[in-house]
């Protein structure tokens, strides 16, 4: 299909780890990002992982990329509070010179004491 | 360096009104893009501007239009204003190649 596809709801145990998981269409992508948005706010670069890469690490944020089954996911480790958000998947399409990026519908983290 | 600046942070018009939205990308970044978000459609693609061109168009009607001035800095215009327009708008700004940094948004209102 053409959509980038996640689960809507997350619920989480604070210090727990959460995964949230998206597949994506386009196998020429060569950005998959994910972004973080908070109530009233806009939408905060995460990290990112280039196409070519299988994994990346950033502190309590671990991206894994699966090209061949077109998955990507974000692990947070030991969630806290704040990491309560939106979280959405996207990835770059590209069309010639130009390009746009394709999001999913987002998936709601929530944070259970 | 600053981040993406847009402005106004919040807007409310009456519908038939147009409207116009700023972009101010990061300093070097020549690319912006521009995405509404509503809760019935998630986020959509606009229009991308590279250099003061559009090189890349979402699939709205003809009264969301847009610019990119020489100093990288963009405006969106709504015209003739609906109800279905209350969304956020945002804009991204990146370079080719590069990963694509988001501001805050307009939070349009259409009464």
């Known amino acids: 299909g053409e959509d980038v596809e996640q689960s809507l709801f997350l619920s989480v145990r604070e210090g727990d780890s959460s995964v949230i998981n998206c597949t994506y269409t386009d196998s020429s992508s060569t950005y998959l990002y994910w972004y973080k948005q908070e109530p009233g706010a806009g939408l905060q670069l995460l990290t990112y992982?280039?196409?070519?890469?299988d994994m990346k690490q950033d502190q309590r944020l671990t991206v894994l990329l699966n090209k061949k089954d077109k998955h990507l996911s974000l692990r947070i480790a030991d969630t806290q509070t704040g990491d309560s958000a939106i979280y959405f998947c996207a990835e770059t399409r590209r069309y010639s010179s130009a390009s746009k990026i394709i999001f999913g519908s987002g998936t709601r983290l929530s944070i259970r004491p | 360096k600053a981040g993406v600046t847009q402005t106004p942070r919040y807007l409310i018009k009456t519908r038939g009104q147009q409207v116009t939205l700023s972009c101010s990308p990061i300093?070097?970044?020549?690319?912006v893009s521009w995405y509404q978000q509503t809760p019935g459609q998630g986020l959509q693609f606009l229009f991308e501007?590279?250099?003061?061109?559009?090189?890349n168009k979402g699939n709205f009607p003809g009264r969301f239009s847009g610019r990119q001035f020489s100093n990288s800095r963009s405006e969106m215009n709504v015209s003739t204003l609906e109800l279905g327009d209350s969304a956020l708008y945002l804009c991204a700004s990146k370079e080719p190649n590069t990963e694509a940094f988001f501001g805050q948004g307009t939070r349009l209102t259409v009464v």
């Open positions: 300093s070097g970044h020549r690319s």
């Open positions: 501007y590279f250099s003061e061109t559009q090189r």
């Open positions: 992982i280039f196409s070519n890469m």
